[in-house]
């Protein structure tokens, strides 16, 4: 059993930076790959970074390439994203999410997403 919890969201203008961070409790959190979605108003859910167990591997969703950087650390059950270049859309609530799968596909579809957090809301002005 995982227990996730996100931070770091807020308001911020387009060109900004945010990091947020997810804290994960139990003992088994760097047996997860674990990744980022996220969820605006009247829109599904979408990827949008995955890093795998070790840190060795990351994935990105096309639209945050170059801009936002995924990063764990295992000794302190925590994982990061960096996002730098802010736009309007990144607005949404963002959430992490541990899985036990570790390819590239498998870790963009949200249903192979075993424990899930609460979200942080994430908010771009123009």
């Known amino acids: 059993q995982v227990q996730l919890v996100e931070s770091g969201g807020g308001l911020v203008q387009a060109g900004g930076s945010l990091r947020l961070s997810c804290a994960a409790s139990?003992?088994?959190?760097?047996?997860?790959?674990m990744g980022w979605f996220r969820q605006a108003p009247g829109k599904e859910r979408e990827f949008v970074a995955a890093?795998?167990?070790?840190?060795?591997?990351?994935f990105y969703a096309d639209s945050v390439k170059g801009r936002f950087a995924i990063s764990r650390d295992n000794a302190k059950n925590t994982v990061c994203l960096q996002m730098n270049s802010l736009k309007p859309e990144d607005t949404a609530a963002y959430y992490c999410?541990?899985?036990?799968?570790?390819?590239?596909?498998?870790?963009?579809?949200?249903?192979?997403?075993?424990?899930w957090g609460q979200g942080t809301q994430v908010t771009v002005s123009s």
């Open positions: 890093i795998s167990w070790s840190g060795g591997n990351t």
């Open positions: 139990g003992r088994t959190f760097s047996t997860y790959s």
């Open positions: 999410a541990a899985s036990y799968g570790s390819s590239s596909d498998t870790l963009q579809r949200g249903n192979s997403y075993s424990y």
